[in-house]
């Protein structure tokens, strides 16, 4: 008798019958999700062929992932920035040089592809860590929110949802001591809203809706004074939204912060209120045992972004001690290197091999939840990243029949996702129920590839 489970008693608009279904902790065959009104209705386990009038998705079917860290423009930077060789800091300059072209439709133009380039590779939800507020030199737009709301307009456009993180970004860096910050420069001035109080007055002007969440973030520690940090950390208490933040990615910033305030930036950031259960901590990379255990104790979140990290030599973060002292792992593809969350989530595991030289430091269920719930939750969205009655109707389906993952057994179709599949093996997207990548075609998007062509090639002139 197949086991079914209920949320609601509204009508069912929509049934997909998944042939294998990620349930969290193992990999179920035969299983049929009913959808009422965005969300999952029903959960039912045992259904060995389509119901009548259900859609099939053949492969492994997962919850839509989460990016939790994006920065939409990098992406016109990918190739450019292989040329040659540097630092994390060379690569800011040429950064700087793509910022500075941008205008809200030529973005709106740019972050659509690449939102539509995440649905292709099975992600439903992006974290967009948003700076780039002004024009440049830094006069505001006649509507001061302009830039963001072209961003919130694309992720609509491509079918996925979003978490706009309007972020807080003051200051060139530390100056010679606690209470001196460096002026922004000539590029960083489309950045700086001023003051911490004038960030918070144009972002109360951003509105959320189902489609959006409305968050804040710290640039760094260098980019916001440390007596305005209480500002942005009160307004997202006060909204109860997700406050995100770049932490001890380099450790230039970590000695600067020292030499200004003789602490570490994580001790900065929970000395004036940063920290906690709704904050998430970018790739924490270069932290002290102390810094871990202020973490940890505090439930900070982590975001790694392994991609982006080997890419700019950024080096490894201690992912597993951060998890162990109570901090949820998520995962972001933030410059996109590449867009793929099944590279991201293995890079974690393989990264932490090399470093220990030992095997298993993650399963591949609790990668899944780092590519999934974790990061969902980390996004404000905590009932996403699930297969379960109540849960947003978010999912994507994996083949298992490509060169990468046809071979094992379908009992250990997760690992294969983790440890093989690539987004060129995503099949199907479907956001609030609504099927937005049908056999790898995006249904809103008719040449995704061509759309990102045109919107970096408009960046170059």
Not at 349 to 366: C, I, Q, S
Not at 371 to 378: E, I, K, L, Q, R
Request: aromatic share 4%.
């Amino acid at each position: 008798m197949p086991l079914t489970t209920e949320a609601t008693g509204t009508p069912v608009t929509e049934t997909y019958w998944l042939s294998h279904a990620w349930l969290g902790t193992h990999v179920e065959p035969g299983v049929a999700l009913d959808v009422s009104d965005g969300r999952i209705a029903r959960v039912r386990t045992g259904v060995d062929a389509p119901p009548p009038g259900a859609t099939a998705l053949r492969g492994l079917t997962l919850p839509g992932l989460a990016n939790t860290h994006s920065h939409a423009f990098h992406r016109a930077l990918r190739s450019t920035v292989q040329v040659g060789s540097g630092t994390f800091w060379t690569w800011r300059e040429t950064m700087y040089q793509v910022a500075s072209r941008l205008t809200p439709d030529t973005y709106y133009a740019l972050a659509r592809a690449v939102y539509a380039e995440m649905a292709l590779a099975g992600i439903t939800a992006v974290g967009e860590f948003h700076y780039l507020h002004h024009a440049p030199g830094g006069t505001p737009y006649d509507n001061p929110n302009a830039m963001g709301e072209a961003l919130i307009a694309a992720a609509r456009a491509a079918g996925i949802r979003i978490t706009l993180l309007d972020t807080a970004y003051l200051s060139a860096g530390f100056g010679s001591g606690p209470d001196d910050y460096r002026e922004p420069d000539r590029h960083q001035a489309r950045f700086s809203d001023g003051t911490a109080d004038a960030w918070a007055e144009r972002a109360a002007l951003l509105k959320g809706d189902d489609h959006t969440v409305i968050g804040a973030a710290v640039h760094s520690v260098r980019a916001v004074p440390a007596g305005q940090l209480s500002t942005v950390a009160r307004w997202a208490e006060e909204r109860q939204a997700p406050l995100h933040v770049h932490l001890s990615e380099q450790t230039a910033e970590n000695d600067a912060c020292l030499a200004a305030h003789g602490r570490t930036p994580a001790r900065l950031l929970a000395d004036h209120g940063v920290l906690g259960l709704r904050t998430t901590g970018v790739h924490n990379t270069h932290l002290t045992d102390e810094d871990i255990a202020l973490i940890g104790s505090t439930g900070t979140g982590t975001c790694m972004c392994p991609t982006t990290e080997r890419d700019l030599a950024d080096g490894i973060g201690p992912a597993a001690a951060l998890q162990h002292a109570g901090s949820p792992l998520s995962l972001g593809s933030d410059s996109h290197a590449v867009i793929d969350l099944f590279e991201e989530a293995r890079a974690m595991e393989l990264n932490e091999r090399l470093r220990t030289r030992r095997r298993g430091h993650w399963t591949a269920a609790a990668l899944l939840r780092a590519a999934s719930a974790d990061g969902h939750a980390a996004l404000g969205r905590p009932d996403a990243g699930v297969l379960e009655p109540g849960a947003p109707a978010d999912l994507v389906t994996i083949a298992l029949d490509s060169v990468r993952t046809a071979g094992p057994v379908p009992r250990l179709a997760a690992e294969t996702a983790v440890f093989a599949a690539s987004a060129a093996d995503v099949r199907h997207t479907v956001v609030a129920g609504r099927h937005l990548v049908r056999d790898g075609r995006h249904t809103l998007v008719d040449d995704v590839p061509r759309a990102l062509a045109q919107a970096i090639g408009a960046l170059r002139h």
